[in-house]
Every structure is written in C-alpha cells, then in structure tokens.
C-alpha cells in the first residue's frame, strides 16, 4: 500500500511540475526515473506478497494434513486404551474368581 502511495504521489509531483511550466528537462528526466524506481518496487513488493501467500497456502494445507494425521493417531491410541482397559478388568474379574474358590 505504501509503494501505490509513493507511485500515486510521485506521478502527482510530476504532474504539478509539469503544469507549473518551470520545469527543465533534466528535472522531469529525474523525476520520471523516479517513478520508475517507485514502479519496479511496487511490482517487486506485488511478487514477494504474491509468492509470500502461496507459501502460506501450502502451509496451511500441509498443517491440516498433520492435523488429520494427528486426529487419526488420537483415535488409534484411544482404542487401544479402551481394550486395554477391558482387558485389565478381565484380568481383574479372573483373580477375584480364583481367590474367591
């Protein structure tokens, strides 16, 4: 936003210059390499945003994948304790019979 700010106000300079009728050719040659410069790194900061956004597509995507991976392993672990669970009561069931006898 700052790089269209800059662009905005340096054409307006140019302009105010140009209308004002005193300036010299040198001046406007100046000028316009300036708005040049200002114009290259708008196009550059556009790229770097552009390719900045991308890589926090791929991020996001990659990180959903994990958690899906994640959620999945969670799962996995909770059944697992559950026949845990019901095999130590078994177990536990088993014992208190034979001592029981």
């Given amino acids: 936003m700052k790089m269209k700010s ?3 106000g340096s054409v307006l300079a140019v302009a ?3 209308a004002a009728g005193c ?4 001046s406007v040659d100046a000028l316009s390499a300036r708005l ?3 114009a290259a790194d708008a196009k550059s900061a556009s790229d770097a945003a552009a390719a900045a956004s991308a890589a926090a597509n791929d991020a996001k995507t990659t990180a959903s994948g994990a958690q899906s991976t994640a959620n999945q392993a969670l ?8 026949c ?3 095999t130590n009561e078994k177990i536990d069931r088993m014992f208190k019979r034979s001592q029981a006898k």
């Fill in 84 to 86: 845990c669970d019901a």
């Fill in 36 to 38: 040049d410069r200002v």
């Fill in 16 to 18: 105010m210059v140009v």
């Fill in 23 to 26: 300036a010299s050719s040198s």
């Fill in 6 to 8: 800059a662009l905005q």
């Fill in 75 to 82: 799962n996995a672990a909770n059944q697992s304790q559950s």
